[in-house]
């Protein structure tokens, strides 16, 4: 038997779950879909999907348990939930930023921040990122502030070398 995670983010999709899941699971390593379910004939008066459409999708990103729903165009995904991706070398921002942002907004690009193809928002920041803005050294976290704002992907030896002043 399967275990459940005692939180698991559910994000309403439209119609691409299956699609989103087998996206999501190609881009991070140690990750699988986990279980798909489908509408059957009940609540179709409600729902409006066909029987046999993808209804949810569970998967796991690193260790981290998801659910995608097929629900409707109702609730669009806004940048005010995001996921951090947390990155320990240059090469590892690189590769999220390129595969996560790949066909999504470019004008969403800011501060380390990417929109996906399917709308869902992402960080991609270096795993040092706490340690570069610690409140208790304001005249350092200025200067990373000052570095970090204006990029778009976030570029660790310059967020170092601001950090080092």
Not at 3 to 17: Q, V
Not at 81 to 91: L, P
Request: proline fraction near 4%; include cysteine.
């Amino acid at each position: 038997m399967q275990r459940i995670a005692k939180i698991t983010p559910c994000l309403w999709f439209h119609r691409d779950a299956e699609e989103a899941a087998q996206f999501y699971v190609g881009v991070f390593p140690e990750s699988r879909i986990t279980a798909i379910s489908r509408y059957g004939e009940a609540g179709r008066e409600f729902h409006g999907k066909e029987p046999g459409e993808v209804l949810t999708v569970a998967f796991e990103l690193c260790g981290q348990s998801f659910t995608i729903l097929n629900g409707s165009q109702a609730f669009p995904f806004t940048a005010a939930i995001s996921f951090q991706v947390s990155c320990e070398t240059q090469d590892e921002i690189d590769y999220y930023w390129d595969r996560l942002g790949e066909g999504g907004d470019e004008a969403a690009r800011q501060c380390g921040w990417l929109a996906d193809k399917y709308g869902m928002s992402w960080q991609i920041v270096p795993s040092m990122i706490a340690e570069l803005l610690d409140s208790s050294q304001p005249e350092r976290v200025n200067r990373v502030m000052a570095a970090l704002m204006p990029m778009k992907k976030l570029d660790i030896a310059a967020l170092r070398q601001a950090w080092a002043g």
